[in-house]
């Protein structure tokens, strides 16, 4: 089988990467394969027979053109620096450049040790397989940048976690796995030479025009905190939190990358965490600005060397550019929740209309997505389905007819208020307790429900009675309360 490689990263120094080949599993099987995307990366997604694709995306078979390598990386994890992470079970196949022009990833994940392997054994449980399709998939359709799930098999073969599971392989597409720990790993290693290549590297295949820039390394730092800075902000308009924001999971490409104990909000509580070994609440819901800014901060630190003739001229710049990023972070967020109340514009009226409605919902555990997504169902202000989310009727109450007399003195109609918060507000998402059913389902050999829910999250703004068990929130004996890391 021929997939149309152009293998760009392969070709830089060998300090970046190690080559290595996936290792063959027992019994391949192919779980998933999503159609839409083959096609748009060019590949002949018709001749991929589900035995041939079991063979190409578990690595038992390598199609013709792979290069494949394990990129080097550092990382901050929990604020602690391991200077030598790496794919430690991922493999690099190689990359092609779309129906869209736009030059992409295709990696094995779980594919078998690397030399950056440390003492894992490069492989994954099939739990975390099936989170990352559909969490990644759900993300794109509800319009997040994110990599994507190209294939899932089941290897056929255990592996040995808490205790023993059945192994799976993930193939993952992306803008590019350059990650913040990416840069890290040069400027850690003193290689400022492989360091510079990496950043030219960068931005001609993320960001061409911060080349013609007059500071070439500055604009590209910009505009990673601006994709950053938008990233986050999206997430939360969601009530995603992503669980281990480490600089080795931060993209320069501004897609959510790596899937973990990721989780969406049920009720409303800025402070959730639902990681297990998130103990000090690093990566909670509303610290996700603030640790994005950090990474950030630790990008720069290894951008000084081009941001300036002179280190202090240097550090001011960088200084200068991240402090830009709580005003990007905002302005997504003002805009995207104003939308959540049907508002074209953000403004201050707005945005207290916002932070009330919030405050309530924390107090009285309302479910995020579902008290957004019923707004709209009533936006000439009687309540409907809304108030059972909420104990405190009064208070509710009171703040529609608020929200009421700020759209009629704003002018906008309610069918229009409504269509903008449909198109914000999805009424389904991939919900944690939905997705441990799936794993539970899987681990079993059951893929129904796997597909299931993939299917019901393909179109998440549109009701459709088929799926509206996907749309309830979790009855308090299937709420999940705590999520693993899965590796
Ligand atoms: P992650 O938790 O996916 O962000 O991974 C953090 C680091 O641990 C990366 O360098 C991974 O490649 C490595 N890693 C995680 N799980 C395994 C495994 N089962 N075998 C080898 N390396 C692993
Ligand atoms: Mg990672």
Request: hydrophobic content about 40%; overall charge negative; glycine content about 8%.
């Amino acid at each position: 089988m021929h997939f149309p490689f152009d293998n760009s990263y392969a070709r830089l120094p060998d300090a970046m990467y190690a080559r290595v080949q996936p290792t063959p599993v027992a019994e391949p099987k192919l779980i998933a394969l999503n159609r839409d995307l083959a096609e748009m990366l060019g590949l002949d997604a018709k001749a991929l027979e589900e035995e041939l694709a079991s063979g190409l995306f578990s690595g038992n078979s390598l199609p013709t053109g792979a290069d494949p390598i394990a990129m080097a990386y550092s990382g901050h994890q929990f604020g602690g620096f391991s200077p030598v992470l790496g794919d430690g079970r991922a493999i690099l196949l190689g990359e092609v450049v779309g129906s869209d022009g736009v030059r992409r990833d295709i990696q094995l994940k779980g594919s078998g040790p690397t030399p950056f392997s440390r003492r894992g054994d490069g492989r994954s449980a099939l739990g975390p397989v099936l989170r990352e399709y559909i969490v990644s998939e759900a993300m794109y359709a509800l319009g997040v940048p994110t990599t994507r799930a190209l294939a899932a098999v089941s290897t056929g073969e255990m592996v040995v976690r808490e205790r023993p599971q059945p192994g799976g392989i993930f193939t993952r597409v992306a803008r590019s796995h350059i990650r913040v720990g990416t840069f890290q790993y040069f400027r850690a290693h003193d290689d400022l030479d492989n360091l510079h290549k990496l950043l030219d590297y960068s931005i001609q295949r993320l960001d061409p025009a911060a080349a013609e820039a007059e500071k070439p390394a500055l604009a590209f730092f910009e505009g990673v905190i601006a994709r950053q800075a938008e990233l986050v902000a999206t997430w939360m308009s969601f009530g995603f939190i992503h669980g281990v924001m480490n600089t080795d999971n931060t993209s320069i490409s501004g897609e959510t990358i790596d899937y973990g104990p990721c989780a969406f909000l049920d009720y409303f509580d800025p402070a959730k965490v639902f990681s297990s070994i998130d103990h000090q609440g690093r990566y909670a819901y509303n610290n996700q600005p603030a640790i994005a800014q950090w990474n950030l901060a630790r990008l720069a630190d290894t951008l000084l060397p081009f941001l300036g003739a002179k280190e202090a001229e240097a550090i001011e710049e960088a200084k200068a550019a991240l402090s830009r990023f709580p005003d990007h972070f905002q302005a997504t967020m003002d805009a995207r929740f104003a939308a959540k109340i049907g508002l074209p514009t953000n403004d201050d009226e707005a945005a207290a209309l916002v932070e009330s409605l919030l405050k309530l919902m924390h107090r009285d555990r309302a479910d995020f997505t579902r008290t957004f997504r019923r707004l709209a169902d009533k936006p000439d202000g009687s309540a409907g389905r809304l108030v059972e989310e909420f104990e405190d009727l009064e208070s509710i109450n009171q703040w529609l007819a608020e929200w009421q007399a700020h759209l009629q003195r704003k002018g906008i109609e309610s069918d229009d208020a409504a269509r903008r918060m449909r198109a914000a507000n999805p009424a389904r998402i991939p919900r944690n307790h939905r997705i441990e059913a799936v794993i539970e389902a899987g681990i079993d050999d059951d893929f129904a429900p796997f597909h299931k829910l993939h299917a019901a999250l393909k179109e998440p703004y549109l009701e459709r009675a088929e799926f509206a068990e996907y749309e309830s929130s979790p009855t308090p004996e299937e709420e999940v309360r705590e999520t693993f890391c899965g590796t």
